[in-house]
Structure formats: C-alpha cells, structure tokens
C-alpha cells in the first residue's frame, strides 16, 4: 500500500467500490475494469490511446475521491475561497503530475519497466491543452498547484476553448500555424456538468422600472442569450489530499423555448443562433497582446467572468451565506485585465439581480477583487471601443459611467487644481475615439493591485499607474512570480531531482530554501562530477528529440545556448542572431579561431499576425541554414529553431540548458518565469535588468549570472533624449559587418529582399535599443564562452544557481498572496 501521509486510514474503507485504493494492485486492478468498461476493449485489441485513457481515468478516480473528501471538508473553518479568474490555462499534460502528486510515480514506472510495459508511450499519447498563449496562462497554472499544495481551497476559473493555442509547424523556415484539437481523443481528465450553467445575455437594451418597494430600478433586457455549461477538472496538490477544481466554461446555445422567448425566430434562424453561440468558446485568441475591437473576443471575456460571478454567488448560497457577506467568502484575483468586466458584472449581478443598493454593492465589490498586472507596454493595456461596450453591454456600460463619475468626483476632491488628472485617471480614455480603459477599471474595482517582479511593481507606480499609486498607495503591492518545481523540477529532470534527494532528502519539493544545503556541495568534485553527467545526459534526451523533429544532429557535449519563449521584438531573439552572426563572422574571417563550440536553440511561437516575429523565426532558420552547413564552421556552431515550443516539451528543454537567454529590453519584461525554470534546472543566466531577472541575479549572486545591458532608466532616458540607431552602427565595425551580412542577402540565397523588414527596422528604428547594447552582450557572451572552458567552474556554477533559487517556487508567491491579499489560511483535507 502506497500510503500518503495525512491518511489515517486506507482509502478503501471509505470507497467501497475500491476505485480509491492506491496500491499497485489496486491501480491495476481499476486500470484493467477501466479499459474493459469505459473503454469497451480487452488488452489485446487496446490501441495506446486506450491504455492511456484507462490509466488517465485510473489516476482520476483517485483524484476524485480526494476532491469529494475536500468538498466535504469546505466549509470548516469558515467558508473562504480564492477564486483566481483568468481568460487563460496554460495546464501541460496531466497524468505524470497527477501520478507525482499522488506519490506513486516512481513505484509506478518502475513497475511498468519490470514488466516491460513502454510507460512513456503511453505517457507521449497525452494531448497537452494549450489554453493559454505563453507567461500569463503557465503562470495561472502554477498557481493552482501551489493553491491546492499549500492546502487552500480555491477555484480556478477560465474558458474551455475547443482549439488550444494553434500547433507550430515550420516549413521551409517560415512558421506555419495548424488549429490545436486537444480534445479530438476525448479529454479523460474533466467532468462535464450539464446541470451547472448559467444565462449570459449580450447586446439589447435597459429599461428602468419601479419595483414593489416604489424604489427605482433598472432591468437588461439582452437581445441574445447564451449558455454556460461548467467543465472541471480536478487539480490535486503535491502529496496532499486537498484537490480543487478549474471550473472551465463552454458556451451553448440555450433551449429553444429561450429562444422564442428572445423572439429569435424560426427554425433556421435557431440553427444559426444555436452556431452563433458556440463560437464563443471556440478558439483562443493566439496573441500574445491585446486585440483592439475584436468582438468575440470580448465575449469571451463577459461570458466566463458572468458564468463564473453567478456560479460563485450560487455557491455562497448553498453554503447559507447572507449576499452582504459574499466578500467573507470569496475573494476573486483578477489574472490581469481581460476579467475585469467582472468589476461591473457584480455590480450589476448584486443591484439589478439581487436588490441590493449601490453603496454596499460597492463595498463588496472592492472589497471582493484583486487585481495583477502582468505588462508595462502602454500598448498592451486593454481598452474597448465605447460603441463596441456599449452594445453588447448596455447596463454594464450605464454601471462603469456611474462608477466613473463617482470616481472623479473623489479625484477632484482628493486633488483639486489638478485639472489634467481626473482625464488621465478616468475610466474612459476620451482622446480621439472613446474606449473603456480596463485597468482603470480593476484597479478602481479592487482592494489590491500587485505586479509581479519588483522591478515591474516599482515601474508600475512610477509610469502606467502612477496616479493610481498616488491617490491609493495602501492598494499596491509586488507578488514576485514564482512556477512550480512539482512540474519544472521533480517531473522534468528526474535525473538531477534524484541527485539533489540523494543528498538533502527531497523536503526541497515543497520547502526549496532546502536547496541551500546544496551549496556545500559545489566544491566537491565527485558531486560535480555527477552534476556534469545528469546534465550531459538530459542533453543527450534533447538532441534526440532534436534530431527526431528537425533533422538536425547537435553535439551534447557543445555548449546548449537556449531561448524559447514568445517570439518578440522587445524579448530580442534576433540580437541572439546578431551574436551568432558575430561569430560566424570571425569563423569566416579565421577559420582557426578558438571558440567553444556552440549549440543554439530557439522556440516559440510568433503570433500568426505579427509580421516581425515571423520573419525573425525566417531568419534564424536561415542562418541555420548556412551556419549548419558551412565546412568551415563544422563541429562548432550550430543552429536549431525547435518547433512547437509547448509545455509537453518544455520538459526535455529547461533540464538541457546550460545557457539561459534572458535579453529582453530593460523594463519591458514584466517577470519572465522561463528565466526561473532554467535557472532552477542548473542553467546559467546571461541577461538584462529586467523583470524578474534582477531578483534572480541577487539571489544567485552576481559571480554566477552574465549580466549585460542598459538598466531601464537608461533606456528610458535615452528615449526621452533621442535614440539614433545608425550613430552606434557607424561605430561598431563588428556591428556593421553583422548588418551587412543580412542585407547582402547572404543567408537568403542573395536576395537582399527577405530581411531588409528587420534591418530596416533595426538601423532606422530599433525600438528595443539592439544596437546599444550589441557590444555589451557580446562582451557577456565572451565570458561566457571563457567560463564554459572551465567545467568544473561551470558546473560550481550551475549547482550555486539551482541552490538558490528557493525563492522562485510558486509556493513562495502563493503564500505572499495568501497572506497579504487574499487572507487565507491552509485548511488540510483528510481521507477519513
Ligand atoms: C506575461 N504576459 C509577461 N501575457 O509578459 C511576463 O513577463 C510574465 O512573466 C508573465 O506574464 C506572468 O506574469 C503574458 O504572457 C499574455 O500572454 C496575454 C495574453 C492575452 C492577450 C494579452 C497578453
């Protein structure tokens, strides 16, 4: 019997169908009744996805029973439950994690491997749901790990979209984008419950009434209604019982007798309503910065956050709670402004639906949303169109100009003769064409706003809401990101997690300031010698899977320089090209150089209009193209852009890295959270003061990171004094020849034509400031070049990097949270 911890008795007593037994035999047991009866197959005629779906809903079973015991167990010690709202999920497959957090894995592959079953096989079949774009959705995804690791109950709540973020093909260089089916095979892990939905209305218009009091009162009447049916899946914490739930919703059409009520029409036209509808959870919107004006995506937005509101206040209900204390009960984290319509939701759910007034609506509304920022761009802060708002939403629309007219009004006061500052805070941006500025909005909307590395929270109050900061500075906090070392560590490098427990005992998974005692280690040679050879092998892993995808043989012992992330002009994967460019060169110029031999790999997804970030992946495949196949470079540059960058093979990339490239623009990235996992995983950093970076650097110690760059001040001050790229071209020779090969058309078979876009940009522009810092990041990158010819320095390195990294655990970030924000306390679950 595998046991965990907190049970105080076996499973099986309280299950007596034995579905919850967690022994070997009793997995297998299930394993086999799951494959006959769900499945409808014997063994032998079982296909992989049925061995995988049998053990998927094997797994699941046990996760169930921990959720029902955790329901259950709800409302002790006071209902109070975080409910983190966010448009994106970005999960990763769920069976390996599920059997981690069970405990139960390394028993179980080991079993398999003695019976020779190709467990990894079956593991590979699992569809990843990629409802999320990059940073923002991952990080939505640790976060109800920790949640339910650190025993706290909560609920996540998002969009079940029925085509994922798009799948990454890359033909003849150029990205090409194919629409995701996760659930083509059927998705084992979520329960369907149709008898959890809810009515969300779009469009009409308002009509005001007196209610039976005499009092005055407003009603919407929606022209078009549509259903919200709830999707769960369970999310169960690391050798814990508690298991929460992500609350996915998929909109339908509603009933046809709705539909005759709305006036909808005929058959036909019911057909069509009934499509209309169910676009709405369709497809996740693939960019990785707000669309202005796109109407569906609006509706998504609107249509999970009301689901989510009215499901939330039926909760509270069961539970017996009186509406005036639903803010003692819940407590909504906005995942940055696409929920925030929820502000004006609940506002409208509590007067128009509930009776309540508007001074102690507004108090529980406050009093009930949080609200983190995840962007500093100026461009990246959502704002709608009024006209678009308004005729979707007409009363949500009535409710923001109500807010916002209190609101100035409390500005005036607060700030009188400050005549500019009531337009700049308001919630409607009046310049030109009028829009709804949704961080206004949240953060009017909210009792606390938090950013998410410190040099993002302190930028926060110095530039995009800096009048908020100065008329409510009670509300801002920093809430450092943090990713979970469950997924990022114990799953992905098995290799090095094995070392690490071999030495401190593996406590460190959910107490990483443990991972300290490995810096004693650093200078111990046979220790090193092992950290050499784990990360050797999980390089070997890479370059098969390289190999296997792209065709393009990498040595593993050459030094594995990595970025995969979004691909962005502000992150700055083409000053990577420009540094390899920069040793082409000197190859060319000096074909007995002495360089370290080099593996470059990039990945990411460009968004599918971005014309620049699509002919920056052109681009890298093209200098691979000739990097790779130059006689005179042979053995020691190589250049891989790995397709389809996702969380299913993130897993073989960050434990394979030795060089993390972190070089975003100064001020630009709001954290990184990439940066944290190849760190944690023994990678050195080079990079800029951004994001979350700095905190990396400072915890790691200066001698162990490769800093390089203008700070953010720089930047910002060069911008202010005029920035002219072609000065700094004019006097870099290295620079010039780089540039000048591009443009001769050198790596696009002499046609001058196919990246004249990127250079134009860069030498006329250079919005990101490449080429001030060029010279700077090729100076980091020849120490570390000098650094990799010192393995055993290297490797100190490495280790001190994955000892201190303690700090970025999503349990670390979930506790501030937990503290600071959310005011809630662990609650354990038990099996009895
Ligand atoms: C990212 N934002 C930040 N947005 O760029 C990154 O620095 C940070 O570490 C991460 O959030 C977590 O805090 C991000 O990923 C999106 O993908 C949005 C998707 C929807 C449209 C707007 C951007």
């Not at 090193?528 to 792209?550: D, S």
């Amino acid at each position: 019997m595998v046991s965990n911890p907190k049970d105080k008795e076996s499973a099986a007593d309280v299950c007596p169908g034995g579905r919850s037994e967690l022994s070997l035999e009793g997995l297998r047991r299930n394993f086999r009744e799951h494959l006959f009866y769900t499945q409808g197959r014997f063994p032998r005629g079982a296909t992989k996805n049925d061995l995988y779906m049998a053990l998927a809903y094997t797994v699941r079973d046990q996760l169930l029973h921990r959720w029902i015991k955790s329901v259950e167990q709800m409302g002790r010690a006071g209902l109070r439950i975080v409910s983190y709202l966010s448009a994106e999920f970005l999960l990763g497959p769920h069976l390996e994690n599920n059997l981690i957090s069970l405990g139960i894995y390394d028993e179980f592959r080991k079993t398999c491997d003695v019976e020779g079953f190709d467990i990894q096989a079956i593991f590979d079949q699992e569809d990843e749901p990629g409802l999320g774009n990059g940073g923002l959705g991952r990080l939505a995804a640790c976060y109800l790990d920790s949640l339910a690791t650190l025993e706290i109950r909560a609920m996540g709540y998002g969009i079940r979209y029925e085509f994922g973020i798009f799948d990454q093909e890359i033909r003849d260089g150029w990205q090409v984008e194919r629409t995701d089916e996760w659930l083509h095979n059927g998705n084992p892990w979520e329960l369907a419950r149709p008898e959890i939905t809810f009515q969300v209305g779009f469009g009409g218009r308002t009509e005001p009434y007196e209610d039976e009091h005499g009092r005055y009162r407003v009603r919407w009447l929606p022209h078009r209604i549509v259903k919200g049916v709830a999707y769960d899946t369970p999310i169960l914490g690391y050798r814990v019982n508690t298991c929460n739930l992500l609350r996915l919703w998929k909109a339908e059409a509603v009933e046809s007798f709705e539909l005759e009520d709305f006036n909808v029409g005929d058959y036909y036209g019911a057909v069509e309503q009934k499509v209309a509808s169910e676009n709405i959870t369709k497809v996740l919107y693939p960019n990785d910065e707000p669309l202005q004006g796109k109407q569906l995506r609006l509706e998504q937005q609107y249509f999970f956050v009301s689901c989510s509101l009215q499901d939330m206040l039926r909760i509270h209900r069961i539970f017996g709670g009186e509406l005036k204390h639903f803010a003692e009960h819940f407590v909504i984290q906005l995942n940055d402004t696409h929920p925030a319509i929820g502000v004006a939701e609940l506002m409208r759910l509590l007067i128009d639906e509930n009776g309540m007034d508007w001074e102690p609506a507004w108090e529980i509304t406050r009093s009930a949303f949080a609200y983190t920022n995840h962007t500093l761009l100026p461009e990246a802060l959502e704002k709608w169109p009024i006209d678009l708002f308004a005729g979707l939403f007409p009363r949500h629309m009535e409710i923001i100009f109500e807010l916002n007219r209190r609101f100035l009004d409390e500005v005036r006061t607060r700030f009188p003769g400050e005549g500019e500052r009531p337009a700049r805070m308001s919630l409607i941006d009046e310049h030109g064409e009028r829009y709804v500025r949704m961080a206004h909005l949240a953060c009017v909307g909210s009792h606390a706003i938090n950013g998410v590395a410190e040099l993002h929270s302190r930028l926060l109050k110095e530039t995009v809401l800096r009048d908020f900061y100065e008329m409510m500075p009670e509300k801002f906090s920093n809430k450092t990101n943090g990713v979970t070392p469950r997924r990022f560590m114990v799953l992905s490098n098995p290799g090095l997690s094995q070392l690490i427990n071999g030495k401190i005992g593996d406590a460190w998974v959910v107490k990483p300031e443990d991972l300290r005692q490995l810096e004693k280690f650093a200078d111990d040679a046979s220790f090193r010698e092992e950290w050499h050879r784990v990360k050797l092998a999980n390089k070997q892993n890479l370059a098969r899977l390289i190999l296997e995808r792209t065709g393009i043989e990498v040595d593993p012992s050459s030094l594995f320089d990595i970025q995969v992330k979004r691909i962005h002009e502000y992150k700055r994967q083409h000053l990577n090209v420009l540094h390899i460019i920069a040793l082409y060169n000197r190859i060319k110029k000096d074909p007995s150089i002495d360089l370290c031999p080099r593996t470059f790999i990039f990945g990411g997804k460009a968004a599918p209009g971005y014309f620049m970030a699509k002919r920056i992946i052109k681009l890298v495949n093209c200098v691979g193209d000739v990097v790779n196949h130059d006689p005179d470079v042979a053995g020691r540059l190589k250049v891989v852009f790995f397709p389809d960058f996702n969380v299913k093979n993130a897993k073989l990339i960050y434990p394979a890295c030795d060089l993390s490239e972190q070089i975003s623009t100064a001020g630009k990235e709001a954290s990184g959270t990439g940066n944290m996992k190849f760190s944690m995983n023994g990678a050195l950093t080079i990079g800029t003061l951004d994001g979350a970076n700095v905190e990396i650097r400072e915890e790691v110690g200066a001698e162990n990171f490769f800093l390089f760059g203008l700070t953010a001040e720089e930047v910002a001050s060069l911008h202010r004094n005029g920035y002219h790229p072609l000065e700094v071209y004019r006097t870099n020779a290295e620079l010039q020849e780089v540039v000048e090969r591009i443009s001769s058309g050198h790596f696009s078979n002499g046609d001058p034509e196919l990246f004249r876009p990127v250079v134009d940009s860069l030498l006329f522009h250079d919005t990101f400031m490449l080429f001030a810092d060029f010279g700077p990041y090729l100076e980091a990158q020849r120490q570390v070049d000098a650094a990799y010819r010192d393995p055993e320095r290297w490797t100190r390195m490495s280790i001190l990097n994955t000892a201190r990294m303690g700090k970025f655990s999503s349990d670390r970030a979930i506790r501030e949270y937990c503290r600071d924000i959310w005011k809630v306390k662990p609650v354990p679950v038990t099996l009895d």
